[in-house]
């Protein structure tokens, strides 16, 4: 019997990762994966780094800003983050994207390089199945962010933040049990 043995490659062909980037925060340049440069109509020298406002022109500009705002930040936190943004409709339509990383210093020379993978939720976001499968996809996903939000504002000591964060996440818990239960009344 042979062991089960993952294959990362075959996997990440069979998922939503659309491959690697890497962000300087030293000089704003972006170096992006073949397919997520196509994806963002960036020309293929995004392999080897073009600047941050070229990669983001095609992102939805509310979008755009938000996720430089975050890679940014990144470099100079060092923390894991996470953002999701839309493009902007191309031949395919808008995409929704996520960007997954990290800032790290090379022990070498201490440059500071922010890198991680990006990931296509676009199938995700598009209604698939009835409405209440529709509904119940929504509610799980508000769900997944309400307690994201849980963990990011106890880091920032803000107690009315904190207590509105919490108020959201009753009410998304609500809305849950609701769509659970399989019922249209609300419960308070």
Not at 7 to 19: E, I, Q, R, V
């Amino acid at each position: 019997m042979t062991a089960f043995q993952p294959d990362l490659s075959s996997a990440l062909a069979g998922s939503a990762c659309l491959g690697a980037w890497a962000h300087d925060p030293a000089s704003d340049r972006i170096a992006l994966s073949p397919v997520l440069a196509r994806l963002l109509a960036v020309p293929s020298e995004a392999a080897t780094g073009t600047s941050l406002t070229l990669a983001l022109a095609a992102v939805e500009a509310e979008d755009a800003v938000r996720v430089a705002g975050v890679l940014r930040a990144a470099g100079e936190d060092g923390r894991p983050f996470e953002a999701e943004f839309r493009t902007r409709p191309g031949p395919d339509g808008a995409r929704w994207l996520r960007l997954m990383g990290r800032c790290g210093r090379d022990p070498a020379t201490g440059a500071v390089t922010t890198q991680g993978l990006a990931f296509d939720l676009t199938e995700g976001r598009r209604p698939v199945g009835s409405d209440a499968q529709q509904a119940q996809r929504q509610v799980n996903r508000l769900a997944d962010h309400a307690a994201a939000m849980k963990g990011l504002v106890a880091g920032l000591r803000n107690p009315p933040l904190a207590r509105l964060v919490d108020e959201v996440a009753v009410e998304v818990g609500h809305e849950l049990a609701r769509h659970l239960r399989g019922g249209g009344r609300q419960v308070h």
